[in-house]
Every structure is written in C-alpha cells, then in structure tokens.
C-alpha cells in the first residue's frame, strides 16, 4: 500500500514515520523547503502523545526526542495572575505529570529524519485527482500528479485535502488574534524573574486580553540527563509567550508589523487596556524577529461535526479535521494520536483483516471522539475571554480580580501563620500539661 501524506508538519511526520516503520511505502509533500521553517515555539506532549509516539517511532528516535524535552513534573505548580501582576491562584501540582515540552523545531526536525528521503520539501499540492478505479493523485502547482492508494490530508487548519472532502471549510475564526514570541529570562530584572518563576501561567484582563506564559529549560528541567545528545533549539530558561486580544480592525493592522514595531504595537495595545507595565516586560525584552501573530481557529467541538464525508480512499487528521486553538496545549498531541491510530488500523488492512474503506471508517470515528475532547479543553479559555468582552464582562473581570487576588493573598498568610500558632498552642500545652 502506498500513502501519500500532504503537508509535513507534527501530524504529518508522525504518521509518515509510523507507516515507515511498518513497512508502508509513503511520500510525504511539504510545500516549505526546510522543516525549520516553522516558529520556535514549543508543544506540549502528554502521556498519551508519548504512548502514541513509541509506537510510531524506533527507539532510539524516541530518545533522541526525549533527550530535547524539559519535563513538566520539574516545573513549579502554573500561575493565573491578573492584568496587574497579583496572583489569583496556582494550578495542580505537577510532580507526577509525565507531560513533556518540546521545541516545535525539534521535535519536526527528528521526525524529519525519521522519514528520511520520503519527506519531499518544497512542493505544493493545490488539488486531488482520481483514476477510474478511484485510486487518489496529489496534484501539484505545475501540473504533475502522484498516485497512491490512500491520500492523507495533515496540512493544518486551512487543508485543501479536508475542504475538498467536506465541500468548504471545517473550521472558523473564533474571535481570538494571538501574536507569539520568546524571550531569554537572562533578559528578565531579578524582580519579574523571581514573580514568573520556574513555571507556565496565564494573566487576564477584561475585552479579552490575555497574556500566557510558558517556561520551557530542556537544560535545568531536562527530562533525560543527556547533555552529549541534546538536541534543543532552547538552550536556557526561556519564556515563550502568547498574548491575546480580541479580532478587531486594530489587530489585523498589527498583523502586518514585524520585528520592534509590532513589539511596540503589543505593549501600546495592553497599555491602553489598563494593564501594568512590569507585566509586560516578558514582551519588552523578547527577541524581536521571534515574536509572530497568528488567527485562532477552531473547528466544532461535537465529535458528529467532524470528518463530515464518507469514509474512502482520502481522509485527514489533526488541524485539518479538529483545528484547535493552543489554549489547551493539546493540539500537537492529538495529531500525533492521530497518526498513532491510522497506523493501526491500515496495519490491520496489511494484515488482511479488514479492507481500506473499513480500516479510515474506524480511524476516523476514534479520531472524532478525540478530536471532540480536544476542542472542548481548547475552547473553554476561548470563551472564557470572550465572556470578558462584553460591557458587563469586561466590568466584573476588572473589579472581581482584585477581589480574588487579596482572597488569594490572605489565604497564604494563614497558611503561613497556622504552624506558627500550632506550635505556640503545642509549646503551652506541655507548659500545663
């Protein structure tokens, strides 16, 4: 069987490595020319991803991965902080969190070996063919075309493979703009060093506004201690950052704006929604020509909404069928799920235990429980920021914040203050005891 995979991003080159592994013939098209070519943010890899990704993966591919990974059971517990910088509360612990991050480059470019000569950079498919039989052809920019038994659309949110299947779009704009960035915390003053932390956290604001946080040290937190075979692009602690605002006239100016400029747009626009200054830092000191924008789409979260087409010889995963914003850190993961389970299922088809249009029906309807679960984690902050652009939203987030974070910080002071009085009330005891 011959699989063609359209676009190499995670999903893509995840499933082209599984399928390699298991003695697949496939061709994966890319239209960029380098698998760096992509931003240099990092994902998120639960155990679930990591459970997919041995089975896609040799091992020494998967070390290679891990030996780059920072773990999150290392990490402080995440932070919420209000727009001005006090903090409302702490997330879970995480020391028994098997959850990694990775540089997005990273993890690209060893799966990228993994495919080794079946990745081909640089070729754009603008369209689906079909021969008599049904078999599908990727056809290019220029004409040419390429024939294979089973077409696999993993080319992000804006698919060609999936609009044809589903006859239009699969997903929309959910009102949310975010603009990325990374900055060094060598960069940082010890003050906003020492606030941040050695942890991930989201600060809000009302009009839907707000600025995420993530740390990532594969270094300090590095999950394997293999400094030798280390291969991340983040050589230190770095935060890498998301701000949000509402999609608006404003936004798709600041869209056009690199480098300082748009640095300089970001800190104006949460400058005139009242946010503090000090809070901002994190944008003010970012490397300029890390920091991009990018439109938060999203697909239905109801799984009956999702791979709406009959099931045969062209399907798609991850993006292309379940476009999820990175609010939930999951979209990655479940591509990469997504893989793990159609390699399955055409081994099952290789084996000669169930036939092709069998094997994408079953891919599919796992894919669209999965796809579902992810969409709804996802779209809980979307809707909760958009909750706060409303005249009575933006209103209580204001006043409510401050209210939580003084909640917040008395009762740490009673935390704080408990032992002490346990241990007066214990010393008067043996006194009068």
Known sequence: MHVIIV??????????????????????????????????????????????????V????????????????????????????HLLAFGPRLEDNPGVDIDR???????A??????????????GIARAADGAPSAVFADGAAHQGDLLVGADGAHSMVAR?????????PTGIIGFSGRTGAEHLSAAERQRLGARSGMAIGPHATALYIGFLDPVGNA?????????????????????????????????TLRGTALRSALLTAFGHRGWSRHTLEVIDRAEPSSIAAFRFNAA???????????AGSVTALGDAVHATPPTAGMGAGAAIRDAASLVANLRAVASGTTTLPVAVSSFEAEMRIRGSETLVAAMRTVRW?????????????????????????????????????????????????
């Not at 599984?18 to 931003?39: I, K, M, N, P």
């Not at 044809?164 to 929309?172: D, H, R, S």
């Not at 050589?235 to 608006?248: D, K, L, R």
């Not at 239905?300 to 009959?310: C, G, I, T, Y």
């Open 105 to 111: 480059i990273t993890l690209r470019t060893v799966l």
């Open 7 to 56: 676009g190499g991003g995670i999903g893509g080159l995840a499933l082209a490595a599984g399928l390699r592994r298991h003695g697949f013939e496939v061709s994966v098209f890319d239209r960029d020319r380098d698998v760096a070519e992509t931003a240099g943010y990092h994902i998120t890899l639960d155990g679930r991803a990591q459970a997919a990704l041995r089975e896609l």
């Open 58 to 85: 040799a091992p020494e591919i998967l070390e290679r991965l891990l030996r780059s990974a920072s773990a999150l059971r290392l990490r402080d517990r995440d932070a919420l902080w209000d727009r001005r910088g």
């Open 113 to 126: 070996d993994a495919v080794g000569p079946d990745l081909h950079p640089g070729w754009t498919v603008t």
């Open 223 to 255: 999950l394997l201690d293999a400094p030798a075979g280390r291969e991340a692009i983040t050589t230190g602690p770095t935060y890498i950052w998301g701000a949000m605002f509402p999609e608006s006239s404003a936004t798709d100016a600041m869209r």
């Open 164 to 172: 044809y299947l589903a006859g239009g779009p699969t997903n929309e």
């Open 300 to 310: 239905s979260p109801r799984a009956q909404d999702l791979a709406p087409w009959a």
């Open 385 to 433: 920021m958009r909750a706060t652009d409303t005249r009575l939203g933006a209103a209580v987030t204001a006043t409510a914040t401050p209210v939580l974070a003084a909640a917040h910080r008395l009762g740490r002071r009673h935390r704080a203050d408990r032992p002490a009085a346990e241990a007066r009330t214990g010393d008067r005891v043996r006194r009068h005891g």
